[in-house]
């Protein structure tokens, strides 16, 4: 007899049952080897296989009783599976609680290349990013060790002979406390980087602005100091993914929101790749934000102008075409009568800054004859500088290089260039008027 059921199929367990249709399905949800009929129970279970599956059975026998009506056992395996999907959502909201940072940091790094794609069929060389593994929010201080661990490495990349290796942009996401957040300021503005940082997870408008009174987290944010026009702080968090049915209680039932300034820096890559480093990723063209379609807020045009040129941050808007951009090309500095307060114009000084360092100490050591100070220093000097007129770069520079006998002697090049470095286009003076008509003369 044992032989004989261990040789029989699906089909022929089944026979030529009233309810065969009802036990296909009952089989097939029990184990999925039941889905072909002409399978043999001993080729769907091994012996271990065939132990545990018995096991379960006999669970489901414990349940049900053959003196239960329809509606009873309907009922009691209703209770089965609410409590087994209950128990499983339990699972998968622990199991995301704890995954949601690591998921919150992949889902930045894939929207920073997603946002570093130049979209006109070149090919280029891929951005690079270095990811430092560690938590933003665990700095409290400046004496963190992840501060040293990036400013050690920083200057490594920025202090060596290859300007290959120069680091251009550090993003440190998320929220970081003032005073840590003005020692990314000193490691930025010294190694000539571009710090990108965010506001809180702010809400709305008007809590974002209630932050920048008195007592509040962005107070003493917006400085007039050299070193805060390396600090870009952008604003409006950007929707990762809605939230999975079961997480309830993580984040309070709140969707994956993530900072956007690992997108920022992708579409900074995007916009030097493209268009160079004087236009900046902002506005419909060039500051549109690709594999997001939601941010916390969406400012209007009033709220956009204060919190770009009155806070100096970068928001997000959504433009006519329904885009999600970044909008506002504004540092922390504040330098209202200068060029400081552009990130735009902050990295076209630094970036010449660095072509004539790296430039110059390929010719030091030399002899400072009149002749080697004409061709080898000054000539170079304005061919990088002219190519960066005709580039729209810049808008016109003075450079003057002191030959002075003395400094010479001493072994000193003193060069001094004013530059003139393109500003973005922030302010527009539209005046709309109508002709005066002259009054006709009055008949007597």
Request: glycine share 6%; net charge negative; charged share 25%.
């Amino acid at each position: 007899m044992a032989d004989m059921v261990a040789t029989r199929t699906t089909s022929e367990i089944l026979g030529e049952s009233v309810a065969r249709e009802l036990l296909q399905d009952i089989f097939s949800d029990l184990h999925p080897g039941f889905l072909d009929e002409s399978r043999t129970i001993s080729s769907i279970f091994t012996q271990q296989s065939a132990g545990d599956f018995l096991k379960q059975l006999m669970d489901l026998e414990t349940l049900l009783s053959v003196a239960d009506s329809y509606d009873q056992t309907v009922q009691k395996l209703q209770a089965q599976i609410n409590q087994a999907e209950s128990m499983r959502d339990q699972l998968l909201e622990e199991l995301f609680r704890q995954i949601r940072p690591i998921e919150r940091s992949y889902r930045q790094i894939q929207l920073f290349f997603e946002n570093s794609k130049v979209m006109d069929g070149k090919v280029r060389k891929p951005v690079e990013l270095f990811v430092l593994n560690a938590d933003a929010r665990a700095m409290k201080d400046v004496f963190s060790m992840n501060v040293a661990a990036i400013e050690n490495f920083t200057r490594k990349r920025n202090d060596n002979f290859n300007f290959r290796d120069d680091i251009c942009n550090l993003v440190v996401s998320g929220h970081i406390p003032q005073t840590v957040r003005e020692k990314f300021e000193d490691i930025a503005n010294q190694w000539g980087m571009l710090l990108l940082t965010d506001v809180d997870d702010e809400k709305s408008f008007k809590n974002l602005e209630r932050n920048f009174l008195p007592g509040g987290k962005y107070e003493f944010m917006k400085r007039p100091e050299d070193r805060a026009a390396a600090d870009v702080v952008c604003s409006g968090y950007l929707q990762a993914r809605a939230a999975h049915w079961f997480e309830k209680t993580v984040d309070n039932g709140d969707d994956l929101w993530v900072p956007p300034s690992l997108v920022f820096a992708g579409a900074v890559a995007r916009a030097d790749d493209g268009q160079g480093i004087a236009q900046g990723p902002v506005g419909s063209r060039f500051g549109q934000i690709s594999g997001v379609d939601k941010v916390r807020f969406e400012p209007l045009i009033g709220e956009m102008e204060h919190i770009s040129m009155e806070r100096q941050l970068v928001p997000i808007i959504r433009d006519a075409d329904n885009h999600l951009c970044f909008f506002g090309c504004r540092t922390q500095a504040e330098d209202p009568n200068g060029v400081l307060k552009f990130f735009t114009s902050y990295r076209i000084l630094r970036y010449l800054e660095r072509c004539c360092r790296h430039y110059l100490l390929q010719v030091a050591g030399q002899v400072l004859t009149r002749d080697f100070m004409d061709s080898s220093i000054e000539a170079p000097l304005k061919r990088l500088l002219d190519e960066q007129v005709e580039q729209g770069t810049i808008l016109g520079y003075d450079l003057f290089v002191d030959k002075d006998s003395n400094k010479r002697m001493q072994g000193i090049c003193d060069i001094s260039l004013n530059v003139m470095p393109t500003g973005p286009a922030e302010t527009f003076v539209l005046k709309i008027d109508t002709p005066e008509f002259s009054k006709g003369e009055q008949k007597s």
